[in-house]
Structure formats: structure tokens, C-alpha cells
């Protein structure tokens, strides 16, 4: 049985207003630790990039030490059931910020840019007092804001003699190596710093991160074919989604040439290696550097040149070659990592700061070492999924500590705030673990089962779909919109995740019990997928029309515009003829994409798809396959709708928007996807403005008196035919002719 512990906020709350609260209007935490009482602990987290659990001494490693780090967990807390909401190093640091989700802090993808308006626990902690800083990897694209100090990489940043923002906004680069730097620049600031006050130092990695530059101290640390590989190094992808077929990010062929593989000169295997980039690190390096890079790589590259150019290498061997070269590049900068923590733990140490600072080692996700063929990560199985998590803190948590709860980085924040004394914005995600690190580990009896994980950089680099799914101590659950199938895991017969179970009968219950627990943590976190903005550009169709119609938008000038699903998009189909007819003459933009949700449509309006135009009509129909994908609540898909509705108004405020009420489907009033498209139309008609937005309720047109539908109307029952069409005309040429939009009819 676990201990139960009160991890309620409010008897600290209660506490806090009995102690006087402090001038800068935080309160003090409890006084049950004497440890804390007017003395709130500074916080240094350290924060790698693609750090893997797998490679940490500390977590079982089969193939590297990390003394350093292990150092943390026998002097701390390590956690084993640590995650991250959406395995990416953008969206995982705006989590860590933000304490929520990546659909509510609006960083889904990287590239996104970090709304720094928002309240992270930096500034609430710079507010009650601390002083802070980040220095190293941000990758937020947007400032920092609510930092006392940064210095931080542009972008990914590079290994060798590196260029760092400084805060005045100039470049600077600085000789040397970028993990050593980053040490060196956390301990100037920590010598410097105000002594008086706490402070938050986050100390932010480019290391072990693509592409893997080691410095020359650990080249040769870890000898190529000595290094153990994973089982899974040949998965052949069989018993899970197609869709792991899709992905680039395959050792066996997506490493590069130069970049990854660190070979100079043109691709001499192209059958083996991609060729488009060159180690970019190389160009940057002195004279002296890179005598020292080649005196290591030339003589195992052209070894391995030569072999190959004998055909003495079968193409097996070549994928174990590259997996090899791979692991000694990746575990040799995490070599520098190790022993930089190392420096960061031992000046912690020899200084008055030892006794009250907290000192915690985590990555941004976890990422493949091989496992399943694979690099980088994205993906909801366990290697990418999992996030180190150690932490130290002197007279709070015992040494040696080992905690199962399940974490997550949107927890961070909280855990923070509370750690400070600082009350809890309410609207943040994540939940505090203080009171789990301050009672050995345990798992309190209301803490979370399950977490939720959700990936939304498709079509992108590595083509790895978009997905979410559910993970509880045993199973794991992931769902894939675009192919609406779910993958099932049972974690304890299958730890390495080779075979979904989600269609075995024995394993109905399980499947059935984790789409709940899927949904109750969606409603929990307010993920509305008919809001959340998505793109199908993985689709090669679909990405082309969207090319089309970019190009066609861009020639501007377009009057009327329809926006909508393969309902819309069939005015190129069965209604050809009708709207050669009536908007033959108008410039008129079709902006129907057959399949698409709400969602869809909102990614491509937040995109630009319509380009400088500001049409006087837009008609809008949307919403029918949220019914028809997933019988999404009708007030889900209202919400979205609305929301294309205010990206329409934002971007052309002076357009009429005619929203059409979703069509009728399905044979009678009974029909369930009918009723559920009624009640969004119930819904949207409330957003009728009588100045912009005209709703229109067009279900008459397609239905017989007794309330179905003619097969003539609808062959399919859903979409229109030429006389569904013409009457579709119908019903929109008074408010166009009105509007003036039909010229000349
Ligand atoms: C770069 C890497 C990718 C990596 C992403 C995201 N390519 O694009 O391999 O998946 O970053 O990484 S590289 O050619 O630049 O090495 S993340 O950690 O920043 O999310
Ligand atoms: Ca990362």
C-alpha cells in the first residue's frame, strides 16, 4: 500500500496566512522544516538536450558511466516514472515554464515562438524576490523574459566555439567548447550573484543534442564496436500503426554523410548515407581543433571507407558500423555534460550555498539509442517519452531516494512555486511533488494514475505523425488522428513495445478502461482537438492542394471565398457545371479540403492559406467530419468553428462571413451524426452578428418533407450531387446578389 500524505495546498495556505507573509508579498512555506524557514532554498537546474535515460549510469545504463549525475540520486532523489507531454525541445521548455500543456501554452512545434506574456514561475519567482537566470540552450525563439540574467544559444546552438545572445542583443562568439562554456558562464554567475537573496539558476545544455560533436578529451572514451546495442536495433516496424514506417529517423537511413556520420567530402555511399548536409561544426573549429578531429575520425573513416569499397560489409553491418559511430559521438558529449555537473555540484559544494540548494539533472525528452532502429525521439514510446529526473536537496530529501510517482515537466513549475512558498497561479496544469520529495519518495494515494502525452509536429522534420495517448504504471495507450486507429501496450509482457494488443480480445477491458482514462484527462487538461490547429500537410494529397491554392491565393484580388471540407471542395466535383454557372465570374477562391475538421481549417486560416486577400463573402461549412471522425461533442466542434470565425474576422475584418449550418447526413432525423451536426448548428447560430457573421440554416434545401434525404440530393447520404449543388446555389445567391458579390446577374 502507498503512504498517504496531505499534499492539500490549502492547510499550507492556511499556515502561510498565521505566518506573517513576507514583504514582497510571497509566502514563507511551512515551518514543519527548519531547514526552510527565512531561508527559501535557490534552485539550480541543470537541463540537457535529448539526454536519454538509457545513457545515464544512474538509470541502468548498458553503455556509458555518468558518475556526476548518479551523484545527484545517491546524494538524492531519482525518479523512475518521469515524463514529458510532448517529446520535443521547444514545447518541453514553454511545459517547464508554463507548468502546462503544450495546447495551452500555445508551443506546440518547434518554430512556434514563446508567448513570454504569459506567467511562468520565473517571473513569479523574480516578483517575490529571487534572482534568476538562464544561460545556454532557449530555443523559445521570443526573449526571455523574467530573467535578471541570460546568455543563450541562437537556435540549436553549436558545439565548437559557439555564438551566444547576449542580453544587450548582440552576438557573441566564445572560444571554446559549448558545455564547458555554459558551466563556466553558470559559475561567473553564481560567484556574482547577490548573496542576500535566492535565486534560480537554470543551466541549459545544447549537449548530447544532434549532431553529437564530442570533445576531443572523449574521442576514442568509448571504442567503436565495444558499444552493446539494443535488441530492437532491427525492428521491423510489424504489429504497430503503418505510420512507423513514415518516419525518417532511422540509423539503417537517414543519417547524413557529413553531419551525422562526420565524414569530410562529397557522399561516396549514397546507397548507405544521405548526402545534403555537411558537419557544420567542422567549419567552425580552429586550426588546432581540427587537427585534433581528424587525427581521430580520418584514420576509423577511411578504414571503414575501405572495407566498405571492398564489399566487405554487408548492409547490416554498415547500420551497426553507423550505430557505433553514432553512440561514440552522442556518449562522448554527454561525457561533457557528466563532468560539468560535476563542476557545478562541486562549487555548490565548497561554497556557503551547500546546505540550502536544491540541484536537479533532467533533460528536455528522452531519445532513441538505437531502440527500434532509431535517433531523435517524438514518438510516445518509452525511450522518448521518459525524462531523467534527479534532484538534491540537502536536509529535505534523504539520500538514496527512489521515487515510482509519475511526473511530469508540467509539474516543474508548480513544484518550484511551492518549493519557494509562492501561492499557486490556478489555472496552472502541472501539481506540485514537493510534498513526495518530502516523504522519501512515496506516492500519495490521490496522485495521478495515468499521464497524458500529446505530439503535434507532423509533417515536419523526421515525419513522425501527430499523436496523444495515455500511460499508466502498465499500459500505454496512443491514438492516431489521422488514421483514427489506437495502439495498445502492455508494458510488463512487452517492455519494448513490438506488438500493439489493442485488437486481442483479452484485452478489450484494458483498451476500453484507457480510452477513458484518455478522455477524462483531455476534459482534465482542456484538449479540444476541433481547437487545436492541425495540419495534414503529411498527407501527399493534401499537401499539394494546399501548394495549389497557396499559389492561387497569392495572385489576391479573390472576392468571394469558400472554406470548407470535401463538401466544398466538391463545387470541383459534382458541382462543376452550378458554380461555372453563378460564380463563373466572380473571382472566387475554393478552399475545400475533403476530410478536413475544423481543426484543419483553423491551421490553415493561422497559416495564411487565403494570402493577401480580404474577400467581401467568405462561406464557411465545416464541422461534419468531427461528427463523422470521432462523434466529437457538439460543443467541441461549435468551439471550433467559432474559432475560425474570429481568425476569419481578425485577419479581414471588413468580410461577411456567411456561415452555413452544417448539412444534414444520414438517411433520417434519427441519425446520430444528423443529430450531432444539429447540435452544433444550434450552437454556431448563436455567433449570427447581423453585421459580419450571417448564419444560415440551409437544411431545408437538401431534405424531403418527412425529414430524409433523397439519394438524389445525396447519393452518399453526406455529400451533394448536381442537384445538391444546384440547390446549394440556390440558397446563397440572394445574400450574394444582395452583398453586390455577383456582379451582372
Ligand atoms: C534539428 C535536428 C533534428 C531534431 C530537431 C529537434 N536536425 O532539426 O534531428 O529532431 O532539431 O530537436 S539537425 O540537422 O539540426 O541536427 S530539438 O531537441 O530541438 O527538439
Ligand atoms: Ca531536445
Redesign the pocket.
Given at each position: 500500500m502507498a503512504p498517504m500524505y496531505d499534499r492539500s495546498f490549502h492547510g499550507l495556505l492556511w499556515l502561510a496566512a498565521a505566518l506573517a507573509s513576507l514583504t514582497h508579498g510571497f509566502t514563507k512555506v511551512s515551518a514543519d522544516d527548519s531547514s526552510q524557514v527565512g531561508q527559501r532554498p535557490n534552485i539550480i537546474f541543470i537541463f540537457s538536450?535529448?539526454h536519454a535515460l538509457q545513457a545515464i549510469g544512474a538509470y541502468g545504463s548498458q553503455v556509458n558511466q555518468t558518475p556526476r549525475i548518479d551523484q545527484l540520486a545517491r546524494q538524492g532523489m531519482i525518479f523512475d516514472q518521469s515524463f514529458c507531454c510532448n517529446s520535443?525541445?521547444?514545447p518541453s521548455r514553454a511545459s517547464v515554464l508554463t507548468g502546462k500543456h503544450s495546447h495551452v501554452n500555445g508551443f506546440m512545434r518547434?518554430g512556434n515562438r514563446f508567448d513570454g506574456s504569459q506567467p511562468t514561475f520565473i517571473k513569479r519567482l523574480q516578483k517575490t524576490g529571487y534572482q534568476t537566470a538562464v544561460i545556454g540552450k532557449w530555443?523559445l525563439v521570443s526573449q526571455p523574459e523574467g530573467f535578471d540574467f541570460y546568455r543563450i544559444l541562437p537556435g540549436?546552438g553549436s558545439y565548437y566555439n559557439p555564438d551566444f545572445i547576449e542580453m544587450d542583443g548582440s552576438r557573441k562568439r566564445y572560444e571554446g567548447y559549448c558545455t564547458d562554456l555554459i558551466a563556466d558562464f553558470s559559475i561567473d554567475w553564481l560567484e556574482q550573484r547577490d548573496r542576500d537573496r535566492p535565486f534560480v539558476l537554470m543551466c541549459q545544455h545544447k549537449a548530447p543534442?544532434?549532431?553529437w560533436a564530442p570533445h576531443p578529451r572523449h574521442f576514442g572514451r568509448y571504442k567503436l564496436g565495444t558499444i552493446p546495442e539494443p535488441a530492437t536495433l532491427f525492428d521491423d516496424y510489424s504489429g504497430r500503426t503503418k505510420l512507423l514506417h513514415e518516419s525518417e529517423?532511422s540509423i539503417a537511413n537517414h543519417f547524413h554523410w557529413g553531419?551525422d556520420m562526420k565524414f569530410h567530402g562529397e557522399n561516396r555511399f549514397p546507397e548507405h548515407f544521405r548526402g545534403a548536409?555537411k558537419n557544420g561544426e567542422y567549419g567552425r573549429m580552429t586550426d588546432q581543433q581540427k587537427a585534433d578531429w581528424d587525427a581521430y575520425y580520418e584514420p576509423e573513416n577511411q578504414a571503414f571507407m575501405k572495407q566498405l569499397q571492398a564489399g566487405q560489409l554487408t548492409t547490416e553491418q554498415v547500420t551497426q558500423w553507423k550505430y557505433q559511430r553514432y553512440m561514440h559521438d552522442y556518449l562522448g558529449c554527454v561525457q561533457a555534460v557528466d563532468e560539468n555537473v560535476g563542476r557545478i555540484i562541486d562549487y555548490v559544494d565548497n561554497s556557503e550555498l551547500a546546505d540550502n540548494t536544491v540541484v536537479i539533472y533532467c533533460s528536455?525528452?528522452g531519445f532513441y539509442l538505437g531502440e527500434h532502429g532509431w535517433y531523435?525521439?517524438?514518438w510516445m514510446f518509452e525511450e522518448s517519452l521518459r525524462m531523467p529526473f534527479l534532484i538534491r536537496w540537502p536536509n529535505v530529501v534523504p539520500a538514496g531516494q527512489r521515487s515510482q510517482a509519475m511526473i511530469q515537466n508540467i509539474d516543474y513549475a508548480p513544484t518550484f512555486l511551492e518549493m519557494a512558498g509562492v501561492e499557486l497561479p490556478e489555472d496552472i496544469q502541472g501539481e506540485s511533488f514537493l510534498s513526495i520529495l518530502k516523504s522519501d519518495g512515496g506516492v500519495p494515494e490521490d496522485w495521478r494514475q495515468a499521464i497524458y502525452y500529446a505530439y503535434y509536429e507532423n509533417a515536419a522534420?523526421?515525419q513522425v505523425p501527430q499523436h496523444d495517448g495515455v500511460r499508466t504504471d502498465r499500459y500505454k495507450a496512443m491514438y492516431f488522428p489521422r488514421t483514427r486507429e489506437w495502439n495498445l501496450f502492455d508494458l510488463e509482457t512487452d517492455p519494448q513495445e513490438m506488438k500493439s494488443v489493442h485488437d486481442q480480445p483479452q484485452y478489450k477491458e484494458v483498451l476500453e478502461d484507457m480510452k477513458q482514462r484518455y478522455n477524462q484527462l483531455r476534459d482534465k487538461y482542456e484538449v479540444n482537438s476541433a481547437t487545436i490547429p492541425a495540419t495534414r500537410g503529411d498527407e501527399a494529397w493534401w499537401a499539394k492542394r494546399d501548394r495549389e491554392k497557396r499559389q492561387q491565393a497569392q495572385q489576391g484580388g479573390h472576392d468571394l471565398v469558400f472554406i470548407g471540407d470535401s463538401i466544398t471542395q466538391g463545387w470541383e466535383g459534382a458541382g462543376r457545371d452550378i458554380w461555372q454557372q453563378h460564380f463563373g465570374d466572380v473571382k472566387a477562391l475554393n478552399l475545400g479540403f475533403s476530410g478536413d475538421r475544423t481543426e484543419h481549417v483553423i491551421w490553415r486560416l493561422s497559416q495564411n492559406q487565403m494570402g493577401p486577400n480580404r474577400p467581401q463573402v467568405a462561406v464557411i461549412m465545416i464541422g461534419t467530419n468531427n461528427a463523422g471522425h470521432s462523434q466529437q461533442d457538439p460543443a467541441q466542434t461549435a468551439a471550433g468553428v467559432q474559432e475560425i470565425v474570429r481568425l476569419l474576422r481578425q485577419k479581414s475584418p471588413k468580410t461577411k462571413i456567411l456561415l452555413q449550418s452544417i448539412f444534414p447526413r444520414g438517411a433520417d432525423p434519427q441519425d446520430p451524426l444528423r443529430q450531432i451536426n444539429s447540435g452544433v448548428n444550434e450552437k454556431i447560430s448563436s455567433l449570427d452578428d447581423g453585421q459580419h457573421v450571417f448564419f444560415q440554416d440551409v437544411s431545408e434545401a437538401f431534405l424531403e418533407p418527412d425529414g430524409t434525404i433523397s439519394k438524389e440530393v445525396m447519393p452518399d447520404l453526406l455529400h451533394l450531387s448536381a442537384e445538391g449543388y444546384r440547390r446549394w446555389a440556390e440558397t446563397l445567391l440572394p445574400k450574394l446578389q444582395k452583398w453586390n458579390v455577383l456582379r451582372g446577374q
Amino acid at each position: 500500500m502507498a503512504p498517504m500524505y496531505d499534499r492539500s495546498f490549502h492547510g499550507l495556505l492556511w499556515l502561510a496566512a498565521a505566518l506573517a507573509s513576507l514583504t514582497h508579498g510571497f509566502t514563507k512555506v511551512s515551518a514543519d522544516d527548519s531547514s526552510q524557514v527565512g531561508q527559501r532554498p535557490n534552485i539550480i537546474f541543470i537541463f540537457s538536450d535529448d539526454h536519454a535515460l538509457q545513457a545515464i549510469g544512474a538509470y541502468g545504463s548498458q553503455v556509458n558511466q555518468t558518475p556526476r549525475i548518479d551523484q545527484l540520486a545517491r546524494q538524492g532523489m531519482i525518479f523512475d516514472q518521469s515524463f514529458c507531454c510532448n517529446s520535443l525541445c521547444g514545447p518541453s521548455r514553454a511545459s517547464v515554464l508554463t507548468g502546462k500543456h503544450s495546447h495551452v501554452n500555445g508551443f506546440m512545434r518547434n518554430g512556434n515562438r514563446f508567448d513570454g506574456s504569459q506567467p511562468t514561475f520565473i517571473k513569479r519567482l523574480q516578483k517575490t524576490g529571487y534572482q534568476t537566470a538562464v544561460i545556454g540552450k532557449w530555443h523559445l525563439v521570443s526573449q526571455p523574459e523574467g530573467f535578471d540574467f541570460y546568455r543563450i544559444l541562437p537556435g540549436q546552438g553549436s558545439y565548437y566555439n559557439p555564438d551566444f545572445i547576449e542580453m544587450d542583443g548582440s552576438r557573441k562568439r566564445y572560444e571554446g567548447y559549448c558545455t564547458d562554456l555554459i558551466a563556466d558562464f553558470s559559475i561567473d554567475w553564481l560567484e556574482q550573484r547577490d548573496r542576500d537573496r535566492p535565486f534560480v539558476l537554470m543551466c541549459q545544455h545544447k549537449a548530447p543534442h544532434r549532431n553529437w560533436a564530442p570533445h576531443p578529451r572523449h574521442f576514442g572514451r568509448y571504442k567503436l564496436g565495444t558499444i552493446p546495442e539494443p535488441a530492437t536495433l532491427f525492428d521491423d516496424y510489424s504489429g504497430r500503426t503503418k505510420l512507423l514506417h513514415e518516419s525518417e529517423m532511422s540509423i539503417a537511413n537517414h543519417f547524413h554523410w557529413g553531419h551525422d556520420m562526420k565524414f569530410h567530402g562529397e557522399n561516396r555511399f549514397p546507397e548507405h548515407f544521405r548526402g545534403a548536409i555537411k558537419n557544420g561544426e567542422y567549419g567552425r573549429m580552429t586550426d588546432q581543433q581540427k587537427a585534433d578531429w581528424d587525427a581521430y575520425y580520418e584514420p576509423e573513416n577511411q578504414a571503414f571507407m575501405k572495407q566498405l569499397q571492398a564489399g566487405q560489409l554487408t548492409t547490416e553491418q554498415v547500420t551497426q558500423w553507423k550505430y557505433q559511430r553514432y553512440m561514440h559521438d552522442y556518449l562522448g558529449c554527454v561525457q561533457a555534460v557528466d563532468e560539468n555537473v560535476g563542476r557545478i555540484i562541486d562549487y555548490v559544494d565548497n561554497s556557503e550555498l551547500a546546505d540550502n540548494t536544491v540541484v536537479i539533472y533532467c533533460s528536455d525528452q528522452g531519445f532513441y539509442l538505437g531502440e527500434h532502429g532509431w535517433y531523435d525521439k517524438r514518438w510516445m514510446f518509452e525511450e522518448s517519452l521518459r525524462m531523467p529526473f534527479l534532484i538534491r536537496w540537502p536536509n529535505v530529501v534523504p539520500a538514496g531516494q527512489r521515487s515510482q510517482a509519475m511526473i511530469q515537466n508540467i509539474d516543474y513549475a508548480p513544484t518550484f512555486l511551492e518549493m519557494a512558498g509562492v501561492e499557486l497561479p490556478e489555472d496552472i496544469q502541472g501539481e506540485s511533488f514537493l510534498s513526495i520529495l518530502k516523504s522519501d519518495g512515496g506516492v500519495p494515494e490521490d496522485w495521478r494514475q495515468a499521464i497524458y502525452y500529446a505530439y503535434y509536429e507532423n509533417a515536419a522534420v523526421h515525419q513522425v505523425p501527430q499523436h496523444d495517448g495515455v500511460r499508466t504504471d502498465r499500459y500505454k495507450a496512443m491514438y492516431f488522428p489521422r488514421t483514427r486507429e489506437w495502439n495498445l501496450f502492455d508494458l510488463e509482457t512487452d517492455p519494448q513495445e513490438m506488438k500493439s494488443v489493442h485488437d486481442q480480445p483479452q484485452y478489450k477491458e484494458v483498451l476500453e478502461d484507457m480510452k477513458q482514462r484518455y478522455n477524462q484527462l483531455r476534459d482534465k487538461y482542456e484538449v479540444n482537438s476541433a481547437t487545436i490547429p492541425a495540419t495534414r500537410g503529411d498527407e501527399a494529397w493534401w499537401a499539394k492542394r494546399d501548394r495549389e491554392k497557396r499559389q492561387q491565393a497569392q495572385q489576391g484580388g479573390h472576392d468571394l471565398v469558400f472554406i470548407g471540407d470535401s463538401i466544398t471542395q466538391g463545387w470541383e466535383g459534382a458541382g462543376r457545371d452550378i458554380w461555372q454557372q453563378h460564380f463563373g465570374d466572380v473571382k472566387a477562391l475554393n478552399l475545400g479540403f475533403s476530410g478536413d475538421r475544423t481543426e484543419h481549417v483553423i491551421w490553415r486560416l493561422s497559416q495564411n492559406q487565403m494570402g493577401p486577400n480580404r474577400p467581401q463573402v467568405a462561406v464557411i461549412m465545416i464541422g461534419t467530419n468531427n461528427a463523422g471522425h470521432s462523434q466529437q461533442d457538439p460543443a467541441q466542434t461549435a468551439a471550433g468553428v467559432q474559432e475560425i470565425v474570429r481568425l476569419l474576422r481578425q485577419k479581414s475584418p471588413k468580410t461577411k462571413i456567411l456561415l452555413q449550418s452544417i448539412f444534414p447526413r444520414g438517411a433520417d432525423p434519427q441519425d446520430p451524426l444528423r443529430q450531432i451536426n444539429s447540435g452544433v448548428n444550434e450552437k454556431i447560430s448563436s455567433l449570427d452578428d447581423g453585421q459580419h457573421v450571417f448564419f444560415q440554416d440551409v437544411s431545408e434545401a437538401f431534405l424531403e418533407p418527412d425529414g430524409t434525404i433523397s439519394k438524389e440530393v445525396m447519393p452518399d447520404l453526406l455529400h451533394l450531387s448536381a442537384e445538391g449543388y444546384r440547390r446549394w446555389a440556390e440558397t446563397l445567391l440572394p445574400k450574394l446578389q444582395k452583398w453586390n458579390v455577383l456582379r451582372g446577374q
